[in-house]
């Protein structure tokens, strides 16, 4: 039985560590072998507060 799972991912820029959110979530499927016929959705949003900028994402993808 395959069950729903979520991954939230994160990127502000701020220093040189923080990676990309396409690159995070690339090393992600690939790390985990998610086929794209698991993956359900994926949700970005931005926001901006004293002058940084945070990016995030959420997969919803189903684990066989």
């Given amino acids: 039985m ?3 799972k979520t991954k939230h991912f ?3 820029g701020v220093d040189d ?11 992600f499927i690939n790390e985990n072998n998610i086929e794209a016929d698991h993956i359900v959705d994926i949700k970005y949003a931005a ?3 004293q002058g940084v900028n945070t990016y995030s994402a959420l ?3 189903k684990e066989v």
Avoid: C, K, P, V
Wanted: charged share 15%; net charge negative; glycine share 0%.
């Fill in 2 to 4: 395959s069950q729903f």
């Fill in 10 to 12: 994160q990127y502000t």
């Fill in 17 to 27: 560590f923080d990676t990309a959110i396409d690159l995070q979530i690339n090393e």
């Fill in 47 to 49: 926001h901006s507060s």
């Fill in 59 to 61: 997969i919803l993808y």
